[in-house]
Nanobody, 123 residues
Framework: QVQLVESGGGLVQAGGSLRLSCAAS????????MGWFRQAPGKEREFVAG????????VYADSVKGRFTISRDNAKNTVALQMNSLKPEDTAVYYC????????????????WGQGTQVTVSS
């Protein structure tokens, strides 16, 4: 079992930055690949970024490449999403998720989810 709690969301102007954090409970955190997803009002949840259990491999959605950076600290059981050059279209609820094995980009492939944190980018 893994429990996930996100933090760091908020309101920011376009062009600004936010850093999301996801704290995980459980001794086996380092066994899980981690992902960040987001869901905007009226839209389906979409993959944002993923990181392997070791942190050696990362994957990004095209819409955030070059602006967002995912990282993890297995000693602290945390995964972070640094978001720079934010745009109004980044406004969404952001979720972190955990899956055993390799990085996945489909939400149904993840086993554990946090409650989400709201990110709002004003123009």
């Amino acid at each position: 079992q893994v429990q996930l709690v996100e933090s760091g969301g908020g309101l920011v102007q376009a062009g600004g930055s936010l850093r999301l954090s996801c704290a995980a409970s459980g001794r086996t955190f380092s066994s899980y690949a981690m992902g960040w997803f987001r869901q905007a009002p009226g839209k389906e949840r979409e993959f944002v970024a993923g990181i392997s259990w070791s942190g050696d491999s990362v994957v990004y959605a095209d819409s955030v490449k070059g602006r967002f950076t995912i990282s993890r600290d297995n000693a602290k059981n945390t995964v972070a999403l640094q978001m720079n050059s934010l745009k109004p279209e980044d406004t969404a609820v952001y979720y972190c998720a955990a899956t055993i094995g390799a990085i996945m980009i489909r939400d149904y492939q993840y086993d554990y989810w946090g409650q989400g944190t709201q990110v709002t980018v004003s123009s």
